[in-house]
């Protein structure tokens, strides 16, 4: 690994080819002749990598079969490499799938296959899937509403693309607003942060909320906090998002966690926007709960956010298994989730482990790098011993 951060290839590949039938050190030799550093064919190692088991080399061999890279073109077999994929868990490879369904590559023309697909990734966090989940409901289903759900779903995500989309669609949310409560808080958010009008956004969100939209009411709480569209009102906007958290919202509740700050009065919004799945809640969770000696609690949610891919969390529970916090002294499980953190793109966590390992067998650092799937860092600390 340290031969190809600093763009060794040769040495590289030499120390790849030395792991021998490792499903990742087959993924980063088909990375390398992929981009031109010599060895064997691409779709080659890619294939033998996948038949290991690794999702990622699965998704790339789908990706160079679809592009015709390294070959010729040939969407079934994309189609069946992105289904493998898929089928592990890769997000990515689901909205692929999703593309070529919706585009009739390697199958008929088929939007409710693309539908499923891109649904499975949006709901893993792929903001592409959103996107085109959008492009679906706008242009194929003429469906505004739905629509612009997932447009705000890309956008919140980071997609660039989807303000423009949201601009394009907000008249044809005007009509269904005046009798949908849904479009009209759609209309609402869109207005407040996507038209540069949050005080016809506040409006509109107004109404929702007085109707019992919690999304709406968690949403004007936002407005009400930041002063935006109407005047900033810290009380106001706390019992907003009391009310729609005790509505059922988990991101309500997480903001009214979050706003008690360390006060052990966070913990049961938190805990209720960790039971719901919001991942930004599960490490201050861990933490209100630290504060409280409930040390085996915390370290649940620790692990919970680090399954989850949150670097933070990863690194909490590395700390807290390398120190005997909520639970026995547990180093294979430390050093899985510090060199787990490198998935994250997050370095912080190779530090702690170079004082970790030299308290720890080969056999102990190899089941860390099996469990975090970093089985040539592992084996790189391996060698130091």
């Known amino acids: 690994m340290l031969a190809l951060q600093r763009r060794n290839f040769p040495a590289a590949r030499e120390h790849l080819e030395s792991a021998g039938p490792d499903d990742r050190a087959l993924l980063l030799r088909g990375e390398l002749a992929e981009h031109g550093h010599g060895g064997p064919a691409a779709r080659d190692l890619y294939e033998h990598a996948a038949r290991l088991g690794n999702a990622e080399a699965a998704f790339r061999l789908g990706a160079l079969h679809a592009t015709g890279r390294g070959g010729s073109r040939d969407d079934a077999a994309a189609l069946d490499w992105y289904r493998r994929a898929a089928e592990a868990g890769h997000a990515a490879a689901h909205r692929e799938s999703g593309v070529l369904h919706a585009a009739g590559r390697g199958v008929p023309v088929d939007d409710v296959a693309a539908e499923y697909d891109w649904r499975l990734a949006a709901e893993a966090g792929n903001r592409d899937a959103m996107h085109d989940l959008g492009v679906l409901f706008a242009h194929r289903r003429d469906d505004p509403v739905e629509a612009t759900s997932w447009f705000l779903r890309a956008a919140a995500a980071g997609d660039e693309r989807a303000d423009a989309e949201l601009v394009r669609l907000a008249p044809a949310l005007v009509e269904p607003s005046a009798h949908d409560r849904t479009a009209r808080t759609l209309l609402g958010v869109v207005h407040a ?5 949050p005080v016809r956004g506040a409006e509109l969100l107004t109404t929702s909320s007085a109707e019992g939209d919690p999304v709406a009411t968690r949403t004007l709480g936002y407005l009400v906090q930041h002063g935006l569209g109407t005047p900033a009102d810290a009380d106001r906007a706390v019992a907003l998002y009391r009310a729609a958290a005790e509505a059922g919202d988990a991101l309500a509740a997480y903001n009214v966690g979050m706003l008690h700050g360390a006060s052990p009065a966070a913990v049961p919004w938190l805990l209720q926007a960790a039971d719901a799945g919001i991942v930004p809640a599960y490490a ?12 085996e609690e915390a370290l649940r949610w620790f692990v919970r956010g680090a399954s989850a891919g949150d670097p933070g969390c990863m690194f909490a529970a590395a700390c807290w298994y390398r120190d005997g916090f909520g639970g ?6 430390a050093l899985r989730w510090y060199l787990a953190m490198l998935d994250a793109g997050n370095g912080n966590g190779i530090h702690e482990a170079h004082g970790l390992v030299p308290h720890m067998s ?3 650092i190899h089941e860390a790098g099996r469990l975090s799937g970093r089985l040539l860092e592992a084996d790189l600390f391996a060698r130091q011993q």
Do not use: M
Not at 193 to 197: A, E, I, R, T
């Open 193 to 197: 942060f996507h038209l540069g009008d």
């Open 284 to 295: 201050p969770l861990g933490d209100r709960l630290g504060e409280q000696d409930r040390d």
């Open 328 to 333: 026995p002294v547990d180093r294979v499980q």
């Open 362 to 364: 080969v056999d102990e």
